[in-house]
């Protein structure tokens, strides 16, 4: 089992920028491919970006491409999903996932295929 825990959530004007950590015990997140998801009041859960285990292939949606950036470290068992340019649309709860096997950018995208999940990280931007 993995616990997952994000944190890096907060309040920041459109335009501004934070920083949300998905910080993993119980097991090495290098062993697993990591998401992050959001889900805003009223709305279904979406995908955001993953990085598979071996860290060299990031997806990301179409909704945040170039603005957001997924990495990991592995040595702090810790992923990072750095959100930049932030819109009102953005606002939302983040959350991280783990899932053991490797995915294709539809797989990756799909919310049922992940194993842990941890409790979200209300991000809110205002205009």
């Known amino acids: 089992q993995v616990q997952l825990v994000e944190s890096g959530g907060g309040l920041v004007q459109a335009g501004g920028f934070l920083r949300l950590s998905c910080a993993a015990s119980?097991?090495?997140?290098?062993?697993?491919?990591v998401g992050w998801f959001r889900q805003a009041p009223g709305k279904e859960r979406e995908f955001v970006a993953a990085?598979?285990?071996?860290?060299?292939?990031?997806y990301y949606a179409d909704s945040v491409k170039g603005r957001f950036i997924i990495s990991r470290d592995n040595a702090k068992n810790t992923v990072y999903l750095q959100l930049n340019s932030l819109k009102t649309q953005d606002t939302a709860v983040y959350s991280c996932?783990?899932?053991?096997?490797?995915?294709?950018?539809?797989?990756?995208?799909?919310?049922?295929?992940?194993?842990?999940w941890g409790q979200g990280t209300q991000v809110t931007v205002s205009s």
């Open positions: 996932a783990a899932r053991r096997a490797d995915c294709s950018a539809y797989g990756c995208s799909r919310v049922g295929t992940y194993d842990y």
């Open positions: 119980g097991r090495a997140l290098s062993d697993y491919t």
């Open positions: 990085i598979l285990w071996g860290g060299g292939v990031t």
